[in-house]
């Protein structure tokens, strides 16, 4: 079975590499973007990062070093992930522009455009209006989602706009800013939004790699095995869907739901509530975050169920034998007493601790309780007759041999209450069968209650954030999920047929082909073994939980995304598997997903680039006035307080001429970058002139610098950017001077680059018409 997974990963691998069937990639309306890798030193890069990892792996799972393999898989996880988003170009650049991607996340743009705006309370108190509003501002994620992402950007940067962290979020945010220097709505983002944009774009992969610690606690509490639990860790950092989707907010995910299942796994376990209110109160965080982590709440309930199923501990009826309670040992499968008088010695054989027996009768042989013989190698009764003191050879204690019928034996007329005994043995049969039918009623009554014991403290910490969240805004979590299935209802109109087969597919792909079969074989393997224990249980739970939300059809598209906090659990099934098989059985699968890894991360483009690439530098396509002569400025525009408002630049020269024909003025300017501006500056321009009538001034005309293709905020030191402007003026009745004067502003604040101590440059008198 090993050299078949390995024969299929590499099989697929090729596939999806060279693209020779595009429906691998999907179908039915949703299909991954298949594109060559465009920096083959990247691929290199990767598979360089890959090859370590797998044999650092080996190495350290050979030493048994648990705790080493759990710290190199969240730092191998976390630098595979870079390695992986730089297939398409800087990590850095990319982290941070899906971060602030309106499509690709979302979060920060909807904070900064309207939380920031609005105000917390207000938009929180609105959030339903809101989740409209966003579907017109192209911020579609929002559509179906609860506030918990806008909420943590707002935290986050509020703290960095605070003046004690100014020292660390000026410079920081400064340079954070040159990666969408040239987007205009990016460049209004404060120091705090920034920063905030910037961490989760950052520490993400980082974030998600953590997700290897709870699974490793999970399999430990499942297993009772921590070197297998550390080798089902250490196969989180090689899941493509981990790596391919840094750094959106669902990577996040798989390390909550992770941490949640752990803590009631540690609950059931330890019997101690504290620990299941814990997960309850994670799950919520999650769910706050989003909706589409719902399903993990029907894994935790079913193996609740089954986890209070297979360990009940009721108390044990009463009456159940003579000496029912010396038997402890089976908690799970109580037997009832033997019916009296099976065998003459039966009541003085007490080898096993799991079948009691009652007391004999009295009178069932002369000699009986002399010999206790062997509890290991029972040997059948003798023949009647064969011998003055056969009755006193009990060699057997597996073998009951009925009473003797009176009158068969020598002595057999000492006992003249036989027939009373012979009925009180049947009454005490039945007794233990009523009381046995009691028992089983109780354990299953006494499962249930604790179950619904453990569902209701859990049931609190889920409900606990969002009651809070309700009485402070008025929006119930029903009101959001009213809006949220609308949506998505409107979103996602596809094929229900094809999506039973392309939902559970897709997942299984970005989970890795080596680690799903091993998922699914460990599945099939607890049906056909039907062990009930409690690593059998929660495979067939997560069994339940993928058929049943694939047969309800709510998702249908980017399945692998959305359901990527599916995959810890995925990997946690074939723990089943793995258990059974010797310590190194898995590293030829290891290797395999490192190979799906490679190909899939090479080749499918699967969070596309919606903002426009950093500029490599000004526009040099500026068209200008020709030979008309230049004029000097040299007069520099930049902060008098730097530390507060960064950035500088000097406009060296310039030049006019007049329009008649066009009512206009129009200029060529070269400006000398010298430190990146920290606010979308616009340039702008007032003309004023003395007529006899008085003063003529003209309407203030802005404009952003090269067509905001590259404003101020990115303006380098050494850089020369040139950019010509049409100046439209006021009628006049006769000719007049012209005054201009140039200055940049800030049009969210108002703020005005100052020019060496003034508010505006002043440029040479022009004479027009």
């Given at each position: 079975m090993r050299r078949l997974i390995v024969i299929a990963a590499v099989v697929l691998a090729g596939f999806i590499a060279f693209d020779l069937y595009p429906g691998l990639r999907g179908g039915a309306g949703w299909q991954w973007a298949y594109?060559?890798?465009?920096?083959?030193?990247?691929?290199?890069?990767l598979t360089a990062g890959l090859t370590v990892y797998v044999v650092v792996t080996a190495l350290l799972r050979a030493r048994r070093a648990v705790r080493t393999v759990l710290a190199w898989t969240v730092f191998g996880g976390t630098v595979l992930a870079y390695l992986a988003v730089s297939i398409r170009g800087d990590p850095f650049f990319l982290l941070f522009t899906r971060t602030v991607s309106p499509v690709q996340t979302g979060a920060a743009s909807l904070q900064t455009s309207i939380m920031a705006r609005d105000g917390v309370l207000p938009t929180l108190r609105r959030w339903p209006?809101?989740?409209?509003?966003?579907?017109?501002?192209?911020?579609?994620?929002?559509?179906?989602?609860?506030?918990?992402?806008?909420?943590?950007?707002?935290?986050?940067?509020?703290?960095?706009?605070?003046?004690?962290?100014?020292?660390?979020?000026?410079?920081?945010?400064?340079?954070?800013?040159?990666?969408?220097?040239?987007d205009i709505d990016v460049m209004w983002y404060s120091r705090g939004e920034i920063m905030a944009a910037g961490l989760f774009a950052f520490l993400m992969p980082l974030l998600a790699a953590l997700a290897a610690l709870p699974i490793f606690g999970i399999a430990r509490d499942l297993t009772g095995d921590r070197m297998l639990a550390a080798r089902i860790a250490g196969w989180w950092a090689?899941?493509?869907?981990?790596?391919?989707?840094?750094?959106?907010?669902?990577?996040?995910?798989?390390?909550?739901?992770?941490?949640?299942?752990?803590?009631?796994?540690?609950?059931?376990?330890?019997?101690?509530?504290?620990?299941?209110?814990?997960?309850?109160?994670?799950?919520?965080?999650?769910?706050?975050?989003?909706?589409?982590v719902l399903p993990f709440l029907l894994l935790a309930g079913l193996f609740t169920l089954g986890w209070c199923a297979l360990t009940p501990r009721p108390p044990l009826p009463q009456g159940e034998g003579e000496n029912s309670g010396q038997d402890s040992g089976s908690a799970l499968t109580p037997r009832p007493p033997l019916p009296q008088g099976e065998g003459e010695n039966s009541g003085r054989d007490s080898g096993s601790t799991l079948t009691p027996r009652p007391p004999l009768p009295q009178g069932e042989g002369e000699n009986s309780g002399q010999d206790s013989g062997s509890t290991l190698t029972p040997r059948p009764p003798l023949p009647q007759g064969e011998g003055k003191n056969s009755g006193r050879d009990s060699g057997s204690t597996l073998t009951p041999r009925p009473p003797l019928p009176q009158g068969e034996g020598e002595n057999s007329g000492r006992d003249p209450d036989s027939a009373l005994g012979t009925q009180h043995s049947a009454l005490s049969t039945r007794h233990s069968a009523l009381g046995t039918r009691h028992s089983a009623l109780n354990t299953r009554h006494f499962a249930l209650l604790r179950a619904a014991w453990v569902g209701l403290v859990f049931g609190i910490g889920l409900a606990a954030p969002w009651i809070a969240y309700t009485v402070v805004t008025g929006v119930s979590p029903l009101d959001i999920l009213r809006v949220t299935f609308g949506s998505h209802s409107e979103l996602v109109q596809r094929a229900y047929l094809p999506w039973l087969l392309l939902h559970p597919y897709d997942v299984l792909l970005f989970t890795g082909l080596p680690a799903s079969i091993l998922a699914i074989w460990g599945a099939v393997r607890a049906i056909r073994l039907w062990r009930w224990d409690s690593l059998t249980v929660f495979a067939l739970a997560m069994a339940v939980t993928i058929v049943a939300v694939d047969v309800a059809g709510i998702v249908q598209g980017e399945n692998a995304r959305i359901l990527s906090?599916?995959?810890?659990?995925?990997?946690?099934?074939?723990?089943?598997?793995?258990?059974?098989?010797a310590s190194r059985y898995d590293?030829?699968?290891?290797?395999?997903?490192?190979?799906?890894?490679?190909?899939?991360?090479?080749?499918?483009?699967?969070?596309?680039?919606?903002?426009?690439?950093?500029?490599?530098?000004?526009?040099?396509?500026?068209?200008?006035?020709?030979?008309?002569?230049?004029?000097?400025?040299?007069?520099?525009?930049?902060?008098?307080?730097?530390?507060?408002?960064p950035g500088a630049f000097t406009l060296e020269q310039y030049r006019w001429v007049g329009d008649p024909s066009r009512q206009a003025l129009t200029y060529e300017f070269e400006f000398h970058g010298h430190t990146p501006a920290e606010r979308p500056y616009q340039f702008e321009l007032v003309a004023t002139a003395q007529t006899d009538e008085g003063t003529i001034v003209s309407d203030p005309f802005r404009w952003w610098a090269q067509g905001a293709s590259y404003p101020p905020t990115c303006w380098r030191n050494g850089e020369v950017i040139r950019d010509t402007v049409v100046m439209p003026l006021p009628p006049v009745p006769h000719p007049v001077v012209w005054t201009v004067t140039l200055r940049a502003v800030d049009e969210r604040t108002g703020r005005v680059l100052p020019v060496v101590g003034q508010d505006a440059l002043t440029l040479a008198p022009v004479s027009y018409p």
């Open positions: 594109q060559p890798p465009p920096d083959v030193v990247a691929v290199i890069a209006e809101v989740m409209d509003e966003a579907l017109t501002l192209n911020l579609i994620h929002f559509t179906t989602s609860p506030p918990g992402q806008v909420l943590a950007h707002q935290a986050l940067a509020d703290v960095f706009d605070s003046p004690a962290l100014h020292g660390l979020a000026a410079p920081v945010s400064q340079a954070w800013r040159m990666y969408q220097c040239h090689l899941v493509p869907a981990v790596l391919m989707f840094a750094p959106t907010w669902n990577t996040l995910y798989s390390t909550l739901c992770a941490l949640a299942f752990w803590l009631l796994l540690r609950g059931l376990r330890s019997e101690q509530m504290g620990w299941v209110l814990g997960a309850g109160l994670v799950t919520a965080l999650t769910t706050f975050l989003n909706f589409a906090f599916y995959m810890p659990f995925l990997l946690l099934m074939g723990a089943v598997v793995l258990r059974e098989r590293l030829p699968l290891f290797g395999a997903q490192a190979l799906v890894v490679l190909a899939m991360a090479a080749v499918l483009y699967v969070v596309p680039l919606d903002l426009d690439p950093m500029p490599d530098g000004p526009r040099q396509d500026i068209g200008g006035l020709g030979d008309v002569a230049w004029t000097d400025a040299d007069e520099a525009l930049w902060s008098t307080v730097r530390t507060v408002d």
